[in-house]
Every structure is written in C-alpha cells, then in structure tokens.
C-alpha cells in the first residue's frame, strides 16, 4: 500500500498528518493525525492530485522595471508547473498593465488563467 507522511499547511496547527491508501480506486484512504475537517480534506487532495497557486514574472516593455509579476487565478497540478513556467518565459507583454489583466488565457488547457499582480 502506498503512505505518505506530510504536514497540513492549511490553517497555523501544522498538523503532521499520516495517510494510506486503502482502495485507491474507490477513494478510501486513512488519515491520521488532523484536528480538523480541512485538514483531512487537505491530505487526500495533497495525496492524490496535489496542487499549487504558480508566481513568477514575464518580461514586460515599455515599464520602468524589466519584469512584471504574475500568478495564476486558481490552482494547477502541481505536476503540470515545469510545462506552465515554459510558457509564461516566452511571454512579453507591452505596458500598460492593470493588476488583474489576463497575461495567459487558459494555461495549457487547466482552465486557470495567469493574471498580472501588480499595475505597471
């Protein structure tokens, strides 16, 4: 059977949680060590697809920086990010920007987008 051991990160307890898959295929799994129900509901989406909110910059012209600082607008597969960082450093985009524009449009088909976090 597969385990795993990890701490929950989802409120300040930190919580060192124990998870094995039962029946992977029916979605069983057990949990030890959460003192709340965010924490089990963490530990078997880190489990079975975990995922992550993506910073980083792109290049940008006419600003007075050089790089302007984007995220994406949801969550994408952690396993999907080495793909998604390929795309956002061949994008260059042209001043003015508003926080919140859309740099990417749809990443690689996950239906999240990559906004920019600040006005420039």
């Given at each position: 059977?597969?385990?795993?051991?990890?701490?929950?990160?989802?409120?300040?307890?930190?919580?060192?949680?124990?998870?094995?898959?039962?029946?992977?295929?029916?979605?069983?799994?057990?949990?030890?060590?959460?003192?709340?129900?965010?924490?089990?509901?963490?530990?078997?989406?880190?489990?079975?697809n975990?995922?992550?909110?993506?910073?980083?910059?792109?290049?940008?012209?006419?600003?007075?920086?050089?790089?302007?600082?984007?995220?994406?607008?949801?969550?994408?597969?952690?396993?999907?990010?080495?793909?998604?960082?390929?795309?956002?450093?061949?994008?260059?985009?042209?001043?003015?920007?508003?926080?919140?524009?859309?740099?990417?449009?749809?990443i690689?088909?996950?239906?999240?987008?990559?906004?920019?976090?600040?006005?420039?």
């Amino acid at each position: 059977m597969k385990s795993k051991e990890m701490v929950c990160i989802v409120c300040p307890l930190g919580c060192k949680l124990e998870i094995e898959a039962i029946d992977e295929a029916e979605g069983k799994y057990k949990i030890e060590g959460y003192k709340c129900p965010r924490g089990e509901e963490y530990g078997i989406n880190e489990f079975t697809n975990p995922t992550r909110v993506l910073t980083s910059t792109v290049k940008i012209k006419g600003a007075h920086l050089k790089r302007l600082p984007v995220k994406t607008n949801g969550v994408i597969s952690k396993y999907l990010i080495k793909e998604c960082m390929e795309e956002i450093n061949a994008v260059e985009v042209e001043a003015p920007v508003k926080m919140g524009d859309v740099i990417i449009a749809n990443i690689l088909d996950t239906g999240v987008d990559i906004t920019a976090s600040r006005s420039m």
